[in-house]
């Protein structure tokens, strides 16, 4: 389809049926053209019977058939919101996505509970990836001390983008989840983590928008999918206060198995389950030391 004189409506209407018939969501191509128009929601909904330009049109249609291929739109647009925010994103990181945002809320939540108006509490986020759990925190309690922790280097550099994009004064650290704060001595009061936690085998039946675009080493995490937390438990000793609340994000039908694991390691802790918005059991939260 190419028509010089063709109006926005038309062009997506055309993506809409196009993106429908190869099952893919049709809504993808007002977020794609809006995109590509370079327009608030607003303003692009006032533009529908305005003439599209062919060198937009050409781009837009590019990004069309990229995503019936099943290229994620984050990726091509190259970012996604998150807590009100606009993160930069590629293939180098895991797209943000809407249950993180609970995880995030939740631990602030307990902060505001737990340490009440105490100053210079450490923070670290373990496996930041686009650093949008690092950001968000650093931005919704300022005189947290954020620290935020990738294995690896071109993803790390995103996330520090991303924290200068957004205003955050974070520290970053490269290395294996705790390796790096552990042999720089340091402590923490808040340790966040959403790790890797999809079981290998689940590879089989998963969309391949997610499993041949989003990077795998950020995906799967063994037989079970367990194979983080329980490094992550155990390394949890030796950098936590002896006060210190814990929150990871986890995949539906875990959450039992990383609270006993929680629990095991630290028998005094007060572990809570918490469901997401649909019901899935998503993060785990540990209070140590607090009774």
């Known amino acids: 389809m190419s028509n010089p004189t063709m109006k926005v409506y038309e062009a997506l209407n055309w993506a809409s049926s196009f993106l429908k018939e190869n099952n893919r969501d049709e809504n993808a191509g007002e977020l ?20 599209l330009e062919s060198e937009i049109f050409a781009d837009f249609k590019k990004a069309v ?4 291929e099943g290229k994620p739109i984050q990726y091509i647009i190259g970012s996604e919101e998150f807590y009100g925010r606009t993160f ?15 995880l995030v809320y939740g631990a602030l939540q307990r902060m505001g509970r737990l340490f009440g108006e105490r100053n210079n509490l450490e923070l670290a986020d373990i496996g930041t990836g686009s650093g949008a759990i690092a950001v968000t925190i650093k931005l919704e309690k ?25 205003g955050a004064d974070i520290q970053f650290v490269q290395g294996d989840l705790l390796k790096p704060l552990i042999d720089n001595g340091k402590r923490f009061d808040i340790v966040i983590s959403n790790p890797p936690y999809i079981p290998d085998g689940d590879i089989e039946w998963m969309s391949e928008i997610v499993k041949e675009h989003e990077p795998h080493r950020a995906l799967f995490a063994g037989v079970d999918g367990l194979d983080i ?3 992550l438990v155990k390394e949890l000793t030796a950098v936590l206060k002896d006060q210190a609340l814990v929150g990871f994000e986890v995949g539906a039908g875990q959450s039992a198995a990383v609270a006993q694991l929680l629990e095991q390691t630290f028998p005094q802790a007060e572990t809570e389950i918490v469901h997401d918005i649909n019901g899935k059991d998503r993060m785990v939260f540990a209070e140590i030391g607090f009774k």
């Open 142 to 166: 300022p005189d947290l001390h954020v620290t935020a922790t990738d294995i690896y280097g071109p993803t790390l550099q995103l996330a520090k983008e991303n924290a200068k994009t957004n």
């Open 88 to 102: 930069q994103v590629n293939e180098d990181v895991l797209i943000p996505r809407p249950e993180t945002e609970e």
């Open 32 to 51: 794609l053209l809006q995109h590509y128009m370079k327009l608030s929601r607003s303003s692009f909904l006032a533009s529908l019977r305005e003439n």
């Open 65 to 68: 058939l990229l995503h019936v």
């Open 229 to 231: 937390y329980k490094r």
